[in-house]
């Protein structure tokens, strides 16, 4: 699984380690400390007489890239001498879909490679699966995100950098077809804005990149795992809440190619990949919780555990998948590196129709239920949107996201 920059501060965090598993545990280290370069980067002390320990178990890009001014591809090649065979026929595309080679290292770990350890140097181990000379096998590289192959591991580890994608510069370039091979490469998309509609609904580009996870279909089963029998209105966790988010190359590398000469290159790592220092955020998610519900599936808990407007908003519910994406989110304003950009405004639940925001209580208003709940009884909990939120007290912003019929709110963004 893959894991991401953010530090976040979950607000309880309470269930035993013991009884994790290692993608709960990474998302908890990671919740809980809400500092990863930290815990990458090797301890250096300044002024001791004795030369610190490094650990060369733990590959860090601060070191190398910060330190050493090293350029991503003196490291990274591509296409990778493996492209052809991660993905095979006409799935392969000139990826970076290896580690680096011993070359890119050996000039100045010499010392490290030949170390006397056993069963083999440390360093071994940031590139190979076993640090043992029967077993030369290599991690399956992290951007193959989309590639299944079963006789291949994945590690478990915390980017880190934050993928940088301008949604803004690509509002009038992304529309999609199939990559076709040997064709001029500007053939491969139309244009298509990101604002064009599928017949009044969701602009047709974002499902080229984001897609329902798990989605419900036409399954009559609507939660994740088994609800408790006398579950109520108290929140559990449904099919086809989240989006994916691309977890390779592939979409990209149809448009960013040599061949197309559109910038960023493949080479060009480091515009599309920035290292990025972990930020403090209030999140809507509850490690304790997901644990209870005997969710463990990577993907879910990785996009929930980043959850910063509303925990329990479920794309594929009620009436949300004939909604326009860009009614809630503000692609023209969002930055992926920075994730306070990407919430969403209560307003937005409101939509043109009211929806759940209303002049009324008896108009049906959802917000408008449970903020009278909560004035009559302050331990009201909000589960209708929210999943930790809900305990706390009613944000301004939530006051004010009431239609005013005469004039418009001077707050108002
Ligand atoms: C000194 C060699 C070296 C340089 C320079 C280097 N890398 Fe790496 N990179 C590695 C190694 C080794 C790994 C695998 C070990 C690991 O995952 O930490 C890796 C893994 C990665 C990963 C997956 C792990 C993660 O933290 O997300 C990404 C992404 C990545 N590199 C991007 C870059 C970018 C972008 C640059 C330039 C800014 C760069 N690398 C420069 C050697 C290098
Ligand atoms: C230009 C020289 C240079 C190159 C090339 C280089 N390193 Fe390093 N590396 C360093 C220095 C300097 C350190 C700091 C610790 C030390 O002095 O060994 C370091 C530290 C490390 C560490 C300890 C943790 C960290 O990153 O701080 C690991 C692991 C490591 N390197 C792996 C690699 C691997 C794998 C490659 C090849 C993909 C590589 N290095 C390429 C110079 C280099
Ligand atoms: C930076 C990542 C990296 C590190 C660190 C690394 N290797 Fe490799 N290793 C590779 C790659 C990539 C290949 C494949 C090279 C190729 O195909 O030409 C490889 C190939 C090998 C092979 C050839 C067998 C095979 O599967 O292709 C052996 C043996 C090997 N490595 C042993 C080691 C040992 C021992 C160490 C530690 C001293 C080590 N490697 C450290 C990346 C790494
Ligand atoms: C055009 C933009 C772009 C370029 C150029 C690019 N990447 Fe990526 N890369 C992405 C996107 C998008 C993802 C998928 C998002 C994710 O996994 O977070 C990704 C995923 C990855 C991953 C796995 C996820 C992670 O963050 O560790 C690795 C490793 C990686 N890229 C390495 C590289 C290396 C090395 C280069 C340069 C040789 C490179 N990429 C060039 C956009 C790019
Ligand atoms: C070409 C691919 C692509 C297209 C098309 C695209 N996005 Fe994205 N989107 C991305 C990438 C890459 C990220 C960053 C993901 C990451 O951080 O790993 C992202 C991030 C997001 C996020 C934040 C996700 C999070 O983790 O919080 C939202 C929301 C989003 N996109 C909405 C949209 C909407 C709405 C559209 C259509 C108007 C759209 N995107 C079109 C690639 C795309
Ligand atoms: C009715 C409002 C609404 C609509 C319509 C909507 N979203 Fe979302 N979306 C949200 C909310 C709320 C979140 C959670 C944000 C948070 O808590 O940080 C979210 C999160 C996301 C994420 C991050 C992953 C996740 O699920 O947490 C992506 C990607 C995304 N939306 C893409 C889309 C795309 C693409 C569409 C259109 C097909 C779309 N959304 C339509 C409200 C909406
Ligand atoms: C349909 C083709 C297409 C796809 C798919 C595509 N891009 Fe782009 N991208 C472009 C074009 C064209 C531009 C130049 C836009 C401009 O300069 O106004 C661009 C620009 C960029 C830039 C800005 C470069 C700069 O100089 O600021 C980045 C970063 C980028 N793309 C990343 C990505 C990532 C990451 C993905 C995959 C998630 C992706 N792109 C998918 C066509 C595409
Ligand atoms: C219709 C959906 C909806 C309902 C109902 C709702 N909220 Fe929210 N809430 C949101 C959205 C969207 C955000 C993100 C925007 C923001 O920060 O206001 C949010 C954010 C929050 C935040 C975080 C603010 C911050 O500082 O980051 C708190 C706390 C909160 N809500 C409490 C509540 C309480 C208490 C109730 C019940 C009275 C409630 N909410 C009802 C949608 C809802």
């Known amino acids: 699984m893959k894991l991401r920059y953010q530090g976040l501060v979950a607000f ?25 370069t930290q815990q990458r980067r090797p301890q250096k002390k ?17 070191t190398h890239v910060v330190t050493q001014k090293l350029v991503c591809n003196s490291c990274h090649k591509v ?6 065979e991660v993905r095979k026929g006409e799935a392969a595309f000139p990826d970076v879909s290896d580690f680096p ?6 000039n100045c770990h010499r010392e490290q490679f030949f170390a006397r350890e056993r069963p083999a140097p440390a360093i071994c181990s940031n590139c190979h699966v076993k640090n043992s000379p029967k077993d030369t096998s290599r991690w399956l590289f992290p951007s193959l995100g989309d590639v299944n192959d079963p006789t291949k591991k994945r590690r478990e580890f915390i980017s880190e950098f934050g993928v940088g994608f301008p ?12 990559p076709r091979p040997g064709r001029d490469p500007r053939g491969w998309f139309v244009t298509v804005s990101l604002q064009e509609k599928k017949k009044d609904g969701p602009p047709k580009s974002c499902p080229v990149c984001h897609q329902t ?30 989006k994916t988010t691309p977890n390779s190359h592939t979409v990209c590398f149809t448009c960013h190619s040599a061949d197309s000469g559109i910038a960023p290159a493949p080479t060009d790592c480091n515009v599309c990949h920035k290292l990025v220092t972990p ?56 930055n992926t590196l920075d994730a306070k950009t990407l919430k969403v405004q209560v307003r937005s639940c409101g939509g043109p129709d009211g929806c759940h925001i209303t002049a009324t209580t008896d108009d049906g208003g959802a917000l408008n239920f449970e903020i009278d709940q909560k004035k009559k009884d302050a331990t ?29 709110s001077a707050t108002s963004e």
């Open 101 to 106: 080679e011993h070359a890119s290292c050996l």
């Open 12 to 36: 309880t965090f309470a269930a035993s380690l013991l009884f994790l598993t290692p993608q709960l545990m990474s998302i908890a280290a990671r919740t809980e400390s809400g500092n990863e």
């Open 380 to 408: 009201f909990v909000c589960t209708k949107c929210h999943t930790t939120f809900g305990k706390e007290g009613v944000p301004e912003d939530h006051l004010k996201a009431f239609p005013e019929p005469k004039k418009k």
């Open 213 to 242: 996870y798990q989605p419900q279909g036409d399954s009559s089963e609507e939660f994740v795992t088994k609800p408790p029998k006398n579950i109520g209105d108290a929140f559990w966790l449904k099919k086809g809440t989240f």
């Open 46 to 62: 300044v002024a001791t007489p004795k030369k610190p320990r490094v650990d060369y178990t733990k590959f860090s890009h601060q």
């Open 79 to 84: 296409p990778s001498k493996n492209f052809k």
């Open 279 to 334: 930020q403090s955020l209030k999140v809507d998610f509850d490690l304790k919780l997901a644990t209870s519900m005997g969710i463990t599936d990577a993907t879910m808990l990785s996009k929930w555990s980043r959850r910063i407007s509303a925990g329990a908003f479920r794309h594929e519910g009620g009436e949300h998948p004939d909604l326009n994406c860009m009614g809630c989110h503000n692609v023209p304003t969002m």
């Open 167 to 178: 949604h803004d510069k690509h509002i009038d370039v992304v529309g999609f077809n199939a």
